[in-house]
T-cell receptor, first 115, second 115 residues
Framework: AQSVTQLGSHVSVSEGALVLLRCNYS??????LFWYVQYPNQGLQLLLK??????LVKGINGFEAEFKKSETSFHLTKPSAHMSDAAEYFC?????????????FGKGTLLTVNP | DTGVSQDPRHKITKRGQNVTFRCDPI?????LYWYRQTLGQGPEFLTY????????KSRLLSDRFSAERPKGSFSTLEIQRTEQGDSAMYLC?????????????FGPGTRLLVL
């Protein structure tokens, strides 16, 4: 069974500082990995996805994530935080194979950006 | 591409009442997923359709829950005899297979409060 662990339910950074949100996964088969962002009272918006084509994945709004198989990690980073980045971030995994690519999500990390 | 839409956005009901939610996927997407998100948690998979066929249901989907996707277009999720524990955000996502991998696009969700 696949699972996702997001270390830190709440991360607080200053505007302009580095953002690092941690995600570790477990999967019995090669995984597909995703980061989604959720603003208050809204649905989820895709930030980026790991397609196995490249280990460093660039997404929208300046975010990127690096897939590290040896560490079973897919941490999300952004060099310089902006106030508009304040939101909840979810890491998700789906398994290759079969026909159902249902997503298994972590519990989320709430990012606060301080002025 | 108008995105995934869900209706209603908010629903307040009394315990024991039935409720129905609707999801309109992106028009060319043949896959449709329902997820449930409770406070402080990531979304959890409920059920999945490929075209009009419901191919998988989570054990979270008790017999009070039923989902349909007639003609493979919009989908409905009905909860009968609602309980306070059903209070959650219900999210719909749609996707189309692209090679060996897909990306799910989420709607804004329906927030249910059972009093």
């Amino acid at each position: 069974a696949q699972s996702v662990t997001q270390l830190g339910s709440h991360v607080s950074v200053s505007e302009g500082a580095l953002v690092l949100l941690r995600c570790n996964y477990s999967s019995s088969v090669p995984p597909y990995l995703f980061w989604y962002v959720q603003y208050p009272n809204q649905g989820l918006q895709l930030l980026l996805k790991y397609t196995s084509a490249a280990t460093l994945v660039k997404g929208i709004n300046g975010f990127e994530a690096e897939f590290k198989k040896s560490e079973t990690s897919f941490h999300l980073t952004k060099p310089s935080a902006h106030m508009s980045d304040a939101a909840e971030y979810f890491c998700a995994v789906s398994e290759s194979g079969g026909s159902n690519y249902k997503l298994t999500f972590g519990k989320g990390t709430l990012l606060t950006v301080n002025p | 591409d108008t995105g995934v839409s869900q209706d209603p956005r908010h629903k307040i009901t009394k315990r024991g009442q039935n409720v129905t939610f609707r999801c309109d996927p992106i028009s060319e997407h043949n896959r449709l997923y329902w997820y449930r998100q409770t406070l402080g948690q990531g979304p959890e998979f409920l059920t999945y359709f490929q075209n009009e066929a419901q191919l998988e249901k989570s054990r979270l989907l008790s017999d009070r829950f039923s989902a349909e996707r007639p003609k493979g277009s919009f989908s409905t999720l009905e909860i009968q005899r609602t309980e306070q524990g059903d209070s959650a955000m219900y999210l719909c996502a749609s996707s189309s297979r692209q090679g060996a991998q897909e990306t799910q696009y989420f709607g804004p969700g329906t927030r249910l409060l059972v009093l």
